[in-house]
């Protein structure tokens, strides 16, 4: 296991301020201001701007100035995407680097912690679960709309968030409004739940499912029953969802490590699908 450092936290907005000292991009004092009157996109087109000025930082302190003061005015995914251009050595993670264990936690960050929190209340399901397919499905974006018509951090399509709301009286409310952080969120974790209880005890089936459908998956999991769970991964026929499920995984093995989880373990074999959950 890597050796974690302690007294892993955020720097302050003065301690920000002024160590980027005062030839900083004139941006970065905007978004502050816009940020603290309401102006959300006029924040995300400052926040822009300063990563398109800046050159990449010199030292891991540097990055993560930078990315706290972009989750200072709420923009997490520029702050996401800078800092996984300039991620540091998995090494130094491993030695307890303590710059290190600060931008990985960055680049695995708990986004959306109140809608995440209170969907996986709800539905009885793991957060880091939540937050790796949101980091697959979306980077963490909620305007993220995908070629299909997939929308939000969970990229649930309309047709799946109103069949949700057929299926649950008390989905209905989310269904209507599926493309706001808070909701979107909440369906894609009841769905997770339901697509849990189709593959008890079979998470690979549940991540793959949420890609291809429980329909592909039951047929996958039927034809690789008591096959080590490994080499079902690899046989799986969609190299698309092949794929998602590798990198959901190792997502959620990175979140476990990064916030001092118990870690998930695969080893087995593929049990059958049950009868339970949903089939859309």
């Known amino acids: 296991m890597p050796l974690k450092p302690k007294g892993l936290s955020s720097f302050s907005v003065d301690l920000i301020l002024s160590s980027m000292g005062p030839e900083r991009p004139v941006s970065v004092d905007r978004a502050l201001a816009l940020h603290a009157a309401g102006f959300a996109r006029e924040v995300d087109d400052e926040v822009r701007a300063a ?17 706290d003061w ?13 800092v996984i251009r300039n991620l ?32 996986t209340r709800a539905h009885d399901i ?13 980077h963490y974006r909620d305007d993220a709309l995908s070629p299909a018509g997939a929308r939000g951090l969970m990229q649930i399509m309309p047709s799946t968030a109103r069949r949700i709301g057929e299926t649950a009286p008390e989905a209905q409310s989310h269904a209507i409004r599926y493309v706001e952080p808070r909701s979107n969120v909440w369906l894609g974790a009841w ?22 459908g429980p329909r592909a998956m039951i047929r996958w999991v039927e034809a690789s029953t ?10 799986i026929p969609y190299r698309e969802t092949r794929r998602y499920v590798r990198r959901v995984l190792e997502s959620l093995w990175t979140y476990q490590m990064l916030y001092d989880l118990p ?18």
């Open 70 to 82: 972009a989750e200072l005015v709420d923009s997490g995914h520029r702050a996401f995407q800078h």
């Open 226 to 235: 008591g096959r080590p769970t490994d080499e079902f991964i690899e046989r």
């Open 263 to 280: 870690m998930t373990d695969l080893a087995g074999t593929v049990p059958p699908p049950g009868d339970g959950g949903v089939g859309f």
């Open 51 to 67: 990563f398109s000025f800046w050159s990449a930082p010199t030292s891991t302190r540097e990055l993560m100035l930078r990315v």
């Open 126 to 138: 793991q957060g880091p679960l939540v937050w790796s397919i949101m980091r697959t499905e979306s």
């Open 88 to 119: 540091p050595s998995s090494r130094d993670v491993m030695k307890g680097d303590y710059w290190a264990w600060r931008a990985y936690r960055a680049a695995y960050p708990r986004a959306y912690v109140e809608a995440v929190g209170t969907a």
């Open 191 to 212: 769905y997770l739940r339901r697509l849990s209880e189709r593959f008890p005890t079979f998470l690979p089936a549940s991540i793959g499912a949420y890609n291809a």
